[in-house]
């Protein structure tokens, strides 16, 4: 049952079936080149796309708009210290400005990066600060309860083939965006903070979606049965020297973000300051106004708390539910902010080259005007990787109509599978690892 109600609301609408048609057409096949206003159903993305509470609306009057030394900025700092008990942060206009500041500041050219999965941007962030990146996702198998997790080992042999001082950190990403968004466990972030010990390495949490992640761990690893999603949430990040955030995730706002720093590392306090100042702004509002740093502060407590957070991995499942009954293959169990489906296994006339994934998006707007992502060969290049179709729901923003829609939807594309055609690529920008949001397709007999 969800603990809240509406309070204002968006009206939303399908357009019919030859405008969707069109609209499809001309933005090359590629959902990213949509107008929202002609999507019904937006499953694009959770960042910065869920539904504000009226707490977090009220604090946005707060908002203190001063250049240096804001109370907003203040408020953020306490809530952050308070929830993910790093008491110093470096403000960011979102997760990539972040990674930017950490990742510009500890990666020097030649290093490597082992990371559990890197999300897109994290992989660019890595390679345009000179760096390797190099995922180390566990192996596991369906109904594993953390899928998510980093092959430490591999981590292991990775230093043994490079040399331990060419890598600056081990990055953890909870929950792992790039695998289905599975869960981590704390046990594995206690392991990845004995290897970053062993390397003498940073250890990074990628903390987008802690909260979250929390409420698997409390659910699903026995030691923290009982225990509060808040309490989770901080034993976890407390193994880590330094988090990237981005409040459009788990900070229930609609832009945002911040590293966090430990008390004790200056040194990297003092760099990831001048380097936030030269990319993101001044260290206290780092490209946010001060009512996006109130927003923030609200909810990033809103995120831990048990109401909020069961109704919210709750609902993604509910929506795997709807779909597994229409036949559709999904990954199991579904992860905290999306359901992924397997697309070759949906569209199997569909061969690798030719994008099932991402013709699947395509048939799923075109049939019931609803948008998901590609993650998959289209996203993700030269990639050995599953062909996944990521539905991710904001926050605290549908409801459970649209869900059925999405999968009635499913269910008529089904139905006309073998008419569904593949995909090439006519046009893509010269960085390979950012080419899904822009490139140009067409569809191939
Ligand atoms: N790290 C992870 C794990 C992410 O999922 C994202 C964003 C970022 C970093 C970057 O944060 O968008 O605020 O700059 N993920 C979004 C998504 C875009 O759709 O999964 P950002």
């Given at each position: ?33 949509l107008?929202?206003d ?21 604090a946005?009057?707060?908002g ?10 203040r ?11 790093f008491e110093?942060i470096?403000?960011?206009?979102q997760g990539?400005g ?24 994290t992989?660019a ?7 390797e990146?190099?995922d ?5 198998e ?25 890598i ?6 909870i929950t792992?965006n ?27 949490v990628?903390?987008?979606r ?14 923290f049965?009982?225990?509060s999603v808040?309490?989770?949430?901080r ?5 880590a ?8 995730k ?5 832009v ?16 990831t ?9 001044f260290?206290t509002?780092?490209g ?16 831990v ?9 709750e ?12 036949g ?14 397997d ?13 099932p994934?991402?013709a ?16 998959g ?6 990639e ?28 008529d ?24 949001f822009?490139?140009e397709l067409?569809?191939?007999?």
């Amino acid at each position: 049952m969800r603990a809240y109600k509406a309070k204002a609301v968006e009206r939303i609408s399908l357009p019919d079936r030859e405008a969707r048609d069109r609209h499809l057409r001309e933005a090359g096949y590629n959902v990213f080149n949509l107008d929202a206003d002609a999507v019904f159903v937006d499953l694009l993305t959770d960042s910065g796309t869920g539904t504000m509470s009226d707490e977090q609306w009220a604090a946005l009057m707060r908002g203190d708009e001063a250049y240096a030394g804001s109370e907003s900025f203040r408020r953020l700092e306490s809530a952050v210290a308070d929830v993910m008990g790093f008491e110093r942060i470096v403000p960011a206009h979102q997760g990539r400005g972040a990674e930017n500041v950490l990742y510009g500041t500890i990666i020097s050219e030649g290093d490597y990066v082992p990371n559990n999965t890197h999300f897109d941007t994290t992989r660019a962030h890595v390679v345009n600060s000179g760096g390797e990146p190099v995922d180390c996702p566990v192996e596991s198998e369906a109904g594993d309860p953390f899928q998510g997790n980093l092959d430490v080992a591999a981590v292991r042999d990775l230093a043994d083939e490079v040399g331990a001082e060419r890598i600056p950190a081990v990055v953890v990403t909870i929950t792992n965006n790039s695998m289905a968004g599975q869960p981590v466990s704390v046990e594995n972030v206690r392991a990845a903070r004995d290897v970053a010990d062993e390397l003498d390495a940073r250890l990074v949490v990628d903390a987008c979606r802690f909260a979250e992640n929390a409420y698997f761990v409390r659910q699903r690893e026995p030691e923290f049965e009982g225990e509060s999603v808040a309490d989770v949430a901080r034993e976890q990040l407390s193994y880590a020297d330094a988090v990237v955030m981005s409040g459009k995730k788990d900070g229930l706002a609609n832009v945002g973000g911040f590293v966090g720093v430990r008390e004790d590392d200056d040194e990297l306090y003092e760099r990831t300051r001048q380097r936030g100042i030269l990319y993101e702004g001044f260290t206290t509002y780092g490209g946010m106004a001060g009512r996006d740093l109130e927003a923030m502060a609200v909810g990033l407590r809103e995120a831990v708390e048990e109401a909020y957070v069961e109704s919210r991995v709750e609902q993604v499942a509910e929506l795997g539910e709807l779909l597994q009954e229409v036949g559709v293959p999904i990954r199991t169990p579904t992860g905290g902010h999306a359901v992924y489906v397997d697309a070759e296994e949906f569209l199997p006339s569909i061969p690798r080259e030719r994008f099932p994934g991402q013709a699947l998006v395509c048939e799923l707007y075109r049939e019931g005007g609803v948008r998901g992502v590609e993650l998959g060969e289209f996203a993700f290049p030269g990639e050995s990787r599953p062909q996944l179709v990521r539905l991710c729901l904001p926050r605290r923003t549908y409801f459970r109509d649209h869900l059925e829609h999405v999968a009635e939807t499913f269910a008529d594309v089904a139905e006309r599978r073998g008419e569904v055609s593949g995909l090439e690529v006519i046009d893509e920008p010269e960085m390979a690892e950012l080419r899904h949001f822009s490139a140009e397709l067409r569809p191939v007999e």
